[in-house]
């Protein structure tokens, strides 16, 4: 993460009413071997996700946290974390877990892994909820699969409101960007189930989106605590901008460290290579370099973000690829005839695509021309969609 001052680094993890752990000697325990107490259960699962023994976490000035959302008799869920140190360039990090008692004690199992996916569809309703067991299911295979590198998320701010880009993408993956500015509030950029994250309740957000991926907000100021799950909408309200550090990390300066994850596993972190949210496409080089598109537009750090709202599923962005506009034709090639414009970074909706000539722009070359809902044709090598094709073939 950077401020405007300087870069602060730090990602969140994890919940509310936690822990510290004493130290306690790391086994075997593969992601939730059976132990005696929920707290040993889930603090040996988190030092086995993260290959580390307790002497070697403490030694990197690092912590296990863990917090009960919701628990039934033999059954818990909550939220588990291996914070970061205190340094600049740390990053912790965490996952959701389903817990259950049995004769010999707790079995625990950590999001991403087949047990986690087990004992999420095993668990009752009164502790994994009807509405969020989609996200307590997800299938053994680290992460759930994405269609699209469009999240089809806007900025976390109000749309129509420009906010500076303080640090490119950067993070575990390059999975993030650094945001601040404007009015301050951070709101949701996709509707979904917020979880608290840090064990102090403030700080850090998460929302699982329901087409495969979640977003982080660090370093909140008065946040709201979802506790262990709200439903929000998109524009929700989830807190200023501010430094916190409560997992961990460093921060300099007011500003959202805004991340990107794939559902089944948040240390699958999403690089940003050509994925879009805002309208803005991004572009990582080093860490806190790199860019953010929007048709020929490029913004550096320093620049400003407007924010465009969110792209469509069957939508695209125009990209004239460094020219003003793109022609319209009344067919899929060169050989049709010109019926009109559209301008460099205007969206348009996409009904169909279908093969024609073959063309040259920033993401390459394609045949592939797009069908647009008023009966005209662009191709799609001066489109961004996030896929290789939109829609039905024509």
């Given at each position: 993460?950077?401020s405007?001052a300087?870069?602060?680094?730090?990602?969140?993890?994890?919940?509310a009413?936690?822990?510290?752990?004493?130290p306690v000697?790391a086994?075997a325990?593969n992601?939730?071997a059976?132990?005696?107490?929920l707290r040993?259960?889930?603090?040996?699962?988190?030092?086995?996700?993260?290959?580390?023994?307790a002497?070697?976490?403490?030694?990197?000035g690092r912590?296990t946290q863990?917090?009960?959302?919701?628990r039934?008799g033999?059954?818990?869920?909550g939220?588990?974390?291996?914070t970061?140190?205190?340094?600049?360039?740390a990053y912790?990090?965490?996952w959701?877990?389903?817990a259950?008692?049995?004769?010999?004690?707790?079995?625990v199992?950590l999001?991403?892994?087949?047990?986690f996916?087990d004992?999420?569809g095993?668990?009752?309703?009164t502790v994994?909820?009807p509405?969020?067991?989609?996200i307590?299911?997800?299938g053994?295979?680290r992460?759930m699969a994405?269609?699209?590198d469009n999240t089809?998320?806007?900025?976390?701010y109000a749309?129509?409101?420009?906010?500076t880009?303080t640090g490119?993408?950067?993070g575990?993956n390059?999975n993030?960007?650094?945001l601040?500015?404007?009015?301050?509030?951070?709101l949701?950029a996709?509707?979904g189930?917020?979880?608290?994250?840090?064990s102090?309740?403030?700080?850090w957000i998460?929302i699982y989106?329901?087409?495969?991926?979640?977003?982080?907000?660090?370093?909140l100021?008065?946040?709201?605590n979802?506790?262990?799950?709200?439903a929000v909408?998109?524009g929700?309200?989830?807190?200023?901008?501010?430094?916190d550090?409560?997992?961990g990390g460093s921060a300099?300066g007011?500003?959202?460290?805004?991340?990107i994850y794939v559902?089944g596993?948040?240390d699958?972190a999403?690089n940003?290579t050509s994925?879009s949210?805002g309208k803005w496409v991004?572009w990582?080089?080093?860490a806190y370099?790199?860019?953010?598109t929007?048709?020929?537009?490029?913004?550096?750090p320093?620049?400003g973000l407007y924010?465009y709202g969110v792209l469509?599923?069957?939508q695209?962005i125009?990209?004239?690829?460094?020219?003003?506009?793109v022609?319209?034709?009344?067919?899929p090639?060169?050989g049709y005839a010109i019926?009109?414009?559209?301008a460099?970074?205007a969206?348009i909706t996409?009904s169909?695509?279908r093969?024609?000539t073959?063309?040259?722009?920033?993401?390459?070359?394609t045949s592939?021309w797009?069908?647009?809902?008023d009966?005209?044709?662009?191709?799609?090598a001066?489109?961004?969609t996030?896929?290789?094709t939109?829609?039905p073939?024509?």
């Amino acid at each position: 993460m950077r401020s405007t001052a300087r870069r602060a680094l730090a990602i969140g993890v994890v919940a509310a009413l936690a822990f510290t752990a004493a130290p306690v000697v790391a086994t075997a325990s593969n992601d939730g071997a059976t132990k005696g107490s929920l707290r040993t259960a889930v603090t040996d699962a988190i030092l086995a996700r993260a290959e580390l023994s307790a002497g070697e976490a403490a030694q990197q000035g690092r912590e296990t946290q863990f917090k009960v959302d919701r628990r039934d008799g033999r059954w818990a869920t909550g939220t588990a974390v291996l914070t970061a140190p205190a340094v600049e360039g740390a990053y912790p990090t965490g996952w959701l877990f389903v817990a259950r008692r049995g004769a010999g004690g707790w079995t625990v199992g950590l999001e991403g892994s087949q047990r986690f996916a087990d004992l999420g569809g095993a668990a009752p309703a009164t502790v994994v909820v009807p509405r969020e067991r989609h996200i307590f299911t997800t299938g053994g295979a680290r992460t759930m699969a994405v269609s699209s590198d469009n999240t089809g998320l806007m900025l976390p701010y109000a749309q129509g409101a420009t906010w500076t880009l303080t640090g490119g993408p950067h993070g575990t993956n390059m999975n993030a960007v650094d945001l601040a500015g404007g009015d301050g509030r951070v709101l949701a950029a996709g509707g979904g189930t917020a979880k608290m994250m840090c064990s102090s309740q403030r700080g850090w957000i998460r929302i699982y989106h329901s087409n495969g991926y979640a977003s982080d907000y660090y370093h909140l100021h008065g946040n709201i605590n979802p506790g262990g799950g709200t439903a929000v909408a998109r524009g929700a309200f989830l807190g200023y901008i501010g430094t916190d550090v409560s997992c961990g990390g460093s921060a300099t300066g007011n500003h959202v460290h805004f991340s990107i994850y794939v559902t089944g596993s948040p240390d699958a972190a999403k690089n940003l290579t050509s994925t879009s949210f805002g309208k803005w496409v991004f572009w990582p080089t080093t860490a806190y370099n790199g860019y953010a598109t929007h048709g020929s537009t490029v913004r550096y750090p320093g620049g400003g973000l407007y924010n465009y709202g969110v792209l469509g599923s069957n939508q695209g962005i125009v990209d004239s690829n460094g020219g003003t506009s793109v022609n319209k034709r009344s067919g899929p090639g060169t050989g049709y005839a010109i019926v009109g414009s559209v301008a460099d970074g205007a969206t348009i909706t996409i009904s169909c695509w279908r093969y024609g000539t073959s063309h040259t722009g920033r993401y390459g070359t394609t045949s592939v021309w797009d069908k647009l809902t008023d009966g005209t044709w662009v191709s799609d090598a001066y489109v961004y969609t996030g896929r290789a094709t939109i829609g039905p073939q024509c």
